[in-house]
């Protein structure tokens, strides 16, 4: 039964790649069809991240080599570093969507606590690593981050740089879409972050989404707020316990876009 799960954590990164593969192919021929195939590879950047590469943050296998392998793959085709979110990721379960927590939906604004805004959340997204020299020395600090993992961190810049330089030489088109769907998947990364963490005016630790097709078929990933209570279990080991006061009406990715709209 575990073997399954574990093939099953292959499939969302395997469609990242096939649909940008296909985008590749199609770019000089088709370009719109070669868009669509971007528009998937980066739909399903972020659900690989969310639940592949999240696996690989709570549950590494023992083989060190194994272990460093997965790091530099997920690099190549996440387009920063695993180690940079490693400590995104390690960060955000310490601090559970507190204005210290590097990917909160709140901001401290003086002494008040605001949601922060939904389109430079999810689409200025990148305006956030200007402090991340600051944020890992504290992590460091705090010991939930380390001078080794870091030095990875720095290591797999080197292989983002690869991937990037490659690409350019292969064909500039190439490079385009790897970097269209490098921004669309980080921003669909935030938007399904911002889904599992509403910024509303009583803080919740999460949300979870209830529906039975969707976890089916992306493995508990729904059930958010229940794998904040238990981080030590995988996705599939997590039991519902819904609440109203924390249960999304749509999924993740898009709950986001309801709940914008709903105050408006």
């Not at 099953?8 to 985008?23: E, G, R």
């Not at 590469?53 to 023992?62: A, S």
């Not at 969507?97 to 709140?106: A, C, I, K, M, R």
């Not at 939904?118 to 991340?132: D, H, Q, V």
């Amino acid at each position: 039964m575990k073997t399954k799960y574990y093939l099953n954590l292959l499939v969302y990164p395997a469609l990242q790649i096939l649909f940008l593969a296909l985008a590749m192919y199609f770019v000089k021929t088709n370009w719109m069809l070669a868009l669509i195939m971007v528009v998937l590879s980066a739909i399903f950047m972020s659900f690989s991240l969310h639940i592949t590469y999240h696996h690989h943050v709570h549950f590494k296998p023992k083989s060190a080599r194994l272990q460093r392998l997965l790091d530099f793959v997920i690099t190549a085709i996440l387009g920063l570093p695993f180690h940079f979110y490693q400590f995104q990721h390690l960060n955000h379960h310490t601090y559970n969507n507190e204005v210290e927590d590097v990917t909160s939906t709140y901001q401290r604004i003086g002494e008040s606590t605001r949601p922060r805004g939904f389109f430079a959340y999810n689409f200025l997204w990148f305006l956030n690593l200007g402090n991340l020299k600051n944020h890992i020395s504290k992590a460091i600090q705090d010991g939930y981050f380390s001078e080794s993992d870091s030095r990875k961190m720095r290591q797999e810049s080197w292989v983002n740089l690869i991937v990037i330089v490659g690409l350019l030489l292969i064909g500039w088109q190439y490079a385009l879409l790897f970097g269209i769907v490098f921004y669309l998947g980080w921003s669909m990364i935030a938007l399904q972050n911002y889904g599992q963490h509403l910024p509303t005016s009583k803080h919740q630790i999460a949300f979870s989404y209830y529906g039975d097709f969707y976890n089916s078929i992306f493995m508990n990933n729904g059930l958010h707020y229940e794998h904040h209570l238990f981080p030590g279990q995988n996705y599939w080991e997590l039991k519902p316990t819904p609440e109203p006061d924390r249960t999304n009406k749509w999924f993740h990715l898009i709950d986001g876009i309801r709940y914008i709209f709903s105050k408006s």
